[in-house]
């Protein structure tokens, strides 16, 4: 595979430079590329040329990246799961990937109630004898074969797993290092979760150019002081980022150039970019380019950009998408499926080689979802948009219920899957709370079955305590209301647009 030859090359020549700093440790180039070639080793010893998805499991770990290199050098796709994952929705993701062995960078004990996996740890990986024979590149994943495996919501209660293969990622990479300014040796900001595709905007196009990632963990965000102690020692020069996270930082007077003077360019993805946002880093980091991208995970990370500049803002107080990358075409469709005019809105079908071939065991979601357009692979996205004059896209919401928080994607049928599962619930919605355009939280409306506790609190924390043993925080409502009757449409479902009448008066 082009970007893992890259990535050898690199270390070759460069061992000592460093590819990865976090606030607890350093790897460079060199020692990534030993430790992810006694990965590969363990992993064929120990498959015995099974072809299963290896999950591997931590936090913003070097290890992680290790294990990640170690098991495409095997032929293997990785499954990345964060800590923050709930045991019971890691246990999910492990029966319906099949997966039989769990790489755990953590050094804590992980227990799946007698599942069929193995679980290993990194630091015991590396404790094995010393291969000194490479791993033969013949063994590497390539071509259509799996490099990584997404789960991410899913509409039925169940997470599903996108699958992205070799020639995906080395699509996407080209773009980011061809028309994005982004030079070699550069310092990325990792500001995502590996779990979150959003962190392989920095991961792939850093090791594919000799930059260096500088990892942001949950400890730093819950806590500024960490967080801007450690910007200030980053020498940051490529920032990628939800806008929410950047949005944070602005709250603080110190996040300036002054912080971060080697900083040049803003990558954004995830969620919607507000224009007050990109106003604001303009003054205070004139020397900073600001691009904002779309993309949904099946079609590997983003397919869109355009360069924010202060000509763009002043035309387009709602910030375009942009225009697609140039081995891909998105067309805009009705629900027919026939082109629209331009400026008329529709749904987004992207059509081009970083669209996954689908979801993992899944045909039925896939044939929903995924098509062959003159012998290519497109993806029906669910997100409405239109095209302007000029031919740039603008990204109009959801088609259906799925949405993007945060910059995590979430399917809201899953979230009120699981909460109409609660003991202390006869039905649920969940609602998401625009502000501007954007989704500022979700709210759960809730007809309550007979229950003991006395205020609504307690209730709600309840609820909340059941949740959080399935879904991520992220996944969890911030408000609660409670109804005796919810207002329903003529199909018998219910009715979004009157219950949030309801709830904002």
């Known amino acids: ?202 991961l792939y196009p850093a090791l594919a150019s000799g930059g260096t990632i500088f990892a942001i963990t949950k400890e730093m965000i819950a806590k500024p002081k960490l967080l801007f102690e450690a910007l200030a020692k980053s020498k940051t020069e490529v920032w990628t980022s939800t806008p929410s996270f950047v949005q944070m930082c602005l709250m603080d007077p110190s996040f300036n150039l002054e912080l971060l003077p080697e900083l040049r360019i803003f990558l954004f993805c995830g969620e919607i970019l507000p224009s007050t946002i990109c106003q604001q880093l303009m003054e205070r980091f004139p020397k900073a380019r600001i691009y904002n991208t779309y993309g949904p995970t099946e079609a590997t990370v983003a397919v869109t950009s355009v360069e924010v500049t202060a000509e763009l803002l002043e035309a387009n107080p709602n910030l375009p998408i942009g225009k697609p990358k140039a081995d891909t075409k998105i067309f805009i469709v009705d629900e027919n499926g026939t082109l629209v005019s331009p400026g008329e809105k529709g749904e987004m079908i992207i059509i081009g080689p970083s669209v996954s071939k689908g979801y993992l065991e899944e045909k039925e979601l896939t044939e929903k979802a995924f098509l062959q357009i003159d012998d290519k692979q497109a993806y029906r996205t669910g997100d409405a948009a239109f095209i302007d004059e000029k031919g740039f896209i603008f990204y109009k919401g959801r088609m259906d219920f799925q949405i993007k928080l945060h910059g995590y994607r979430m399917e809201l049928e899953e979230i009120e899957h699981h909460i109409a599962n609660s003991k202390y619930v006869k039905s649920a919605a969940v609602v998401p709370i625009y502000n501007n355009d954007k989704i500022e939280y979700l709210l759960a409306a809730i007809i309550p079955t007979s229950h003991e506790f006395e205020k609504e609190f307690q209730l709600t924390n309840a609820i909340k305590k059941e949740l959080s043993e399935i879904l991520p925080v992220y996944m969890i409502p911030r408000k609660f209301s409670y109804f005796e009757e919810l207002p329903m449409t003529a199909n018998g479902k219910m009715d979004r647009k009157k219950f949030k009448e309801l709830v904002l008066q």
């Not at 990345?80 to 997966?99: K, L, N």
């Not at 490099?147 to 996407?172: D, E, H, R």
């Open 1 to 202: 595979m082009k970007m893992l030859s890259t990535i050898q090359s690199f270390a070759i020549s460069n061992p000592n430079t460093l590819a990865y700093i976090s606030p607890t440790e350093e790897i460079t180039y060199g020692e990534l590329w030993r430790q992810s070639e006694q990965v590969g080793a363990y992993l064929l010893n120990e498959m015995n040329e099974r072809k299963t998805p290896v999950i591997v499991y931590g936090h913003m770990d070097a290890s992680m990246i290790s294990s990640f290199l170690g098991c495409v050098k095997a032929g293997l796709a990785y499954i990345p799961v964060d800590t923050s994952i709930p045991i019971e929705r890691i246990m999910t993701i492990i029966s319906r990937s099949h997966a039989e062995l769990v790489i755990n960078t953590t050094g804590l004990d992980l227990d799946f109630d007698n599942l069929p996996v193995t679980t290993v740890n990194f630091e015991k990986i590396m404790a094995e004898q010393v291969t000194t024979t490479p791993i033969h590149v013949e063994n590497w994943v390539d071509g259509d074969e799996n490099y990584y495996i997404i789960y991410t919501s899913g509409s039925t209660g169940n997470p599903k797993g996108v699958q992205i293969s070799a020639n995906n990622l080395q699509s996407f990479v080209d773009w980011i290092l061809n028309d994005f300014p982004i030079t070699r040796n550069q310092r990325f900001l990792n500001q995502a979760p590996y779990s979150f595709d959003l962190s392989v905007m920095d």
